[in-house]
């Protein structure tokens, strides 16, 4: 009987994102004017800020799945905008664009569904 060859691998690590160079560009160009709203006193802070107060609001529960956040800082929950600002300062202030979610439904789902959008 004859013996088998050891076979080189044909699979390579590729990049885990698929996106044009120009597209990439642009959008963190966008992104690069409204970014830093987000480390703003206004929407980070106790307990007046708006993504606390959101927080509060929604009581620690994700919209999605029901997820109850359990840590005090509520670092696994997100206040995620219902429909993407895009750099509109009337839509990411307004505190019913707002709904907290958890960060797993974030970081999959809302991702998904914000990309296929755009």
């Not at 007046?48 to 800082?73: A, E, I, Y």
């Not at 993407?84 to 974030?106: T, Y």
Request: net charge positive; glycine share 6%.
């Amino acid at each position: 009987m004859a013996r088998l060859k050891t076979i080189r691998p044909r699979l390579a690590v590729t990049s885990t994102r698929i996106i044009c160079s120009k597209q990439e560009g642009r959008r963190s160009a966008e992104a690069e004017k409204y970014r830093p709203w987000y480390k703003l006193a206004r929407w980070c802070a106790k307990p007046n800020g708006l993504r606390w107060r959101v927080l509060v609001r929604d009581m620690f529960t994700c919209k999605r799945c029901g997820f109850m956040s359990r840590h005090p800082q509520a670092s696994d929950m997100v206040a995620d905008h219902k429909h993407p600002h895009r750099g509109d300062p009337v839509l990411f202030w307004s505190e019913g664009n707002v709904e907290c979610i958890c960060k797993a439904c974030h970081d999959g789902e809302k991702q998904r569904e914000d990309r296929r959008a755009f």
